[in-house]
């Protein structure tokens, strides 16, 4: 509180830059520091492990995902209840159906697929890794339990998974507009056939609900829990042995091609524990093209020519060769000593752990924990599910689709190349969090540039080049990178090393400490990804001028700035399970949420008449977070961040002249985004991303009438 105190003082006479970028120049932001400060002394066990080393990085292969393959119209309508457009066929609960069929609006019918939600195992390396302390010293580790000495090289076991198919990331599905994709989720997670420990985190009843993130879809579909709590399973999610079948009509907002995205990824969305979830495996991938005309169909010789080579098969899937998706994700694995305690562990969610606890059974295997005071990130970073991965490429143009997986953490990206090589943290000295990432190429330098060519919301009007760029939870970014020369010019030639690096420094869930906007560490460049560059390849594909034209803002949006709806994030009164609010309440399921007074005097419902648009206003409510902030259903265009307009972007946030599903909120920060509520009506949700935040009650229901 004094801490606070002096914050609110100083910022009357000194430090303001300092204190606005931290999120303390108003009360509601010194009352958040204050209550994590409080929550430090009264509430909270920060303890995490200290990931065991990995001793040989950048050997295994990255993972490819290959197309997942549609079912056989002989095989689903064998199924004892088919999908189908008729009241009672869109789940197991036999009382729901879908809103809108494709046939309604001139689309055949869905390509169908089939997922099951499986308890399974994964591993992250095959390297041997060496346990280490906090100080980057050898000490011991466990195995059965059993103490072993310092200094033994191990193999890590595998950790226990919730996975889609049984796989961490699970499967890509290749989606096209206009060709509408049914995915029947199924539930396998009450059964245990490996007999795996579950340890301490995923949905204790083994629930689901899955969400395609930020797909156009009827809310029966969409995985929220404004709607689960009210409809369909009416419960926080689907349990063991229900299924539901979503339905992706792949049809832009509106009718509108403007409205066309480009890279969708599906995640659980269980009410308040979706991050034990994702973080548990449930993540899977849907790039979406546009066959229109050829204009973004994964095929370099048509339309934009943007890289990738098509193959089709037979049962309408299709794989495009150089056109990569790359999903991020941070971990920590447990040590065997550090105590598992915090909120949950009070309500009995986890009786067979027996928290508080050290588990040294659990050693090497993913530790999680739901309710840091300051945030959840892993110390470990991963790539499709690998550790340190090496790609090897074609010398010529790759299209990469980038997606921030993790519970919190923000990355940075730069191409760097090194002459001596990654160091491990340990060897240079860096202790405590100075060895999350666990590698440093300390002569890094960057050699090569980004072409951005789409962000949240798909294509971008025309390419962006970029030495670096932010990715935030949740976030996409996609790119094409030019293997055959470097920045200045000079051709690569066979056996070239590149590494994909992060230069964000964040040693916990709150904020950066270090990046290019507010400063960079020279000593902080961590190599997430060794490119290795091979032969030559024929590539058809360019880089184009122009793509795709943002939809145009109304000549008087401007007008409807006093009517507009305002939703401040904040921290709550110190600890429990509704730690962060919206407008000083907590998510509540059955009702939807109210405005904070707007200019024009009035406060009111989040509902929206189908086929309208509107201006809504975010808030950071301050005390050191940002929050990426996440709105389902349509994409937004940001037109003002703290009353500035930044149509055409500004340097801290260049995106924000595309479309995008999520608003980044640096501390203190205000932003107005523009969108539209079409095609569907009923009830959605608005959260932040912030996983520990989602699902510590920092959601909001609204609805479309």
């Not at 003082?9 to 932001?29: E, I, M, N, R, V």
């Not at 790759?398 to 760097?416: H, N, T, V």
């Amino acid at each position: 509180m004094g801490t606070a105190g002096a914050a609110l003082a100083a910022a009357g006479t000194f430090g303001k830059p300092y204190l606005a970028q931290k999120g303390l120049l108003s009360a509601d932001g010194a009352f958040a520091a204050t209550s994590t400060a409080l929550g430090d002394l009264l509430f909270y066990i920060e303890q995490f492990p200290t990931s065991p080393l990995i001793l040989h990085p950048f050997t295994d292969p990255l993972k490819i995902p290959k197309a997942l393959r549609p079912c056989s119209k002989r095989e689903f309508t064998s199924w004892r209840q088919p999908p189908g457009p008729g009241l009672g066929q869109q789940n197991s609960r036999r009382n729901d159906r879908h809103q809108i069929w494709p046939s309604k609006i001139g689309y055949p019918d869905p390509l169908v697929y089939h997922i099951k939600l499986q308890v399974n195992t994964h591993r992250f390396t095959t390297s041997k890794v060496l346990p280490i302390n906090a100080e980057g010293l050898p000490t011991f580790s466990f195995e059965n339990g059993r103490r072993v000495p310092a200094g033994v090289h191990r193999t890590l076991p595998p950790s226990t998974i919730y996975g889609f198919n049984g796989t961490f990331p699970g499967p890509m599905i290749n989606a096209e507009y206009g060709r509408p994709a049914l995915v029947r989720f199924e539930n396998h997670l009450g059964r245990n056939p490996l007999g795996l420990d579950r340890q301490d985190f995923g949905a204790n009843d083994a629930t689901f609900l899955t969400h395609l993130h930020n797909g156009h879809t009827a809310p029966e579909s969409d995985g929220n829990p404004h709607y689960a709590l009210r409809f369909g399973p009416r419960r926080r999610g689907y349990e063991p042995a229900d299924w539901v079948d979503n339905l992706y009509l792949n049809w832009p907002a509106g009718g509108d091609d403007r409205e066309k995205q480009s890279f969708f990824w599906f995640h659980d969305h269980t009410m308040d524990q979706t991050g034990s979830n994702v973080y548990k495996g449930m993540v899977g991938l849907y790039p979406i093209y546009d066959p229109k005309k050829g204009m973004d169909m994964g095929d370099e010789r048509r339309g934009l020519r943007l890289p990738g080579v098509r193959t089709n098969h037979a049962d309408g899937s299709f794989d495009v060769k150089y056109d990569i998706p790359l999903a991020f994700y941070d971990c920590a694995l447990d040590d065997g000593v550090t105590t598992h305690q915090d909120m949950h562990d009070g309500l009995g969610e986890y009786p067979k752990a027996h928290n508080p606890s050290t588990h040294p059974e659990w050693w090497g295997k993913t530790f999680f924990k739901h309710f840091p005071n300051h945030g959840f990130v892993g110390d470990i970073f991963t790539v499709n599910g690998t550790a340190y991965p090496v790609l090897h490429v074609k010398r010529r143009k790759y299209r990469f689709r980038f997606l921030d997986a993790s519970i919190a953490r923000i990355y940075e990206f730069k191409l760097m190349s090194s002459t001596n090589g990654p160091k491990s943290a340990a060897s240079l000295g860096y202790v405590g969090e100075d060895l999350q990432g666990q590698y440093r190429i300390p002569d890094g330098e960057q050699c090569m540039r980004f072409t951005q060519i789409a962000s949240d919301g798909g294509l971008l009007p025309f390419p962006i080049k970029r030495d670096s760029f932010e990715l935030w939870p949740a976030k996409r970014r996609e790119v094409i990178v030019d293997f055959t020369r470097y920045q200045d010019g000079t051709p690569t030639t066979k056996g070239d090393v590149i590494y994909l690096t992060n230069i964000m420094k964040m040693p916990n869930g709150r904020m950066w400490t270090n990046s290019s906007r507010s400063g960079l560490d020279p000593e902080y460049q961590v190599p997430m990804m060794k490119i290795v560059i091979g032969d030559s390849a024929p590539d058809h594909s360019r880089i184009p001028r122009q793509m795709r034209a943002l939809p145009p803002l109304p000549s008087n949006w401007r007008s409807m700035m006093d009517n507009r709806l305002i939703f401040e994030v904040e921290r709550g009164s110190g600890a429990g399970e509704v730690e962060w609010l919206i407008n000083g309440v907590a998510f509540d399921p059955g009702v939807v949420s109210r405005s904070l007074q707007n200019p024009a005097g009035r406060s009111p419902l989040a509902q929206q008449k189908k086929g309208s648009f509107n201006l809504w206003e975010i808030r950071n409510g301050g005390g050191g977070w940002v929050h990426p902030f996440h709105l389902h259903m349509e994409e937004h265009r940001t037109v003002m961040r703290d009353g500035r307009e930044v149509l055409n972007g500004e340097p801290g946030h260049p995106d924000d002249r595309s479309r995008e599903d999520l608003v980044a909120l640096d501390p203190g920060e205000s932003v107005i985004i523009y969108r539209g509520f079409r095609d569907f009506v009923g009830p959605y949700v608005a959260h932040c991303h912030n996983l520990a935040h989602e699902d510590h009650a920092m959601m909001f229901g609204w609805e479309i009438t």
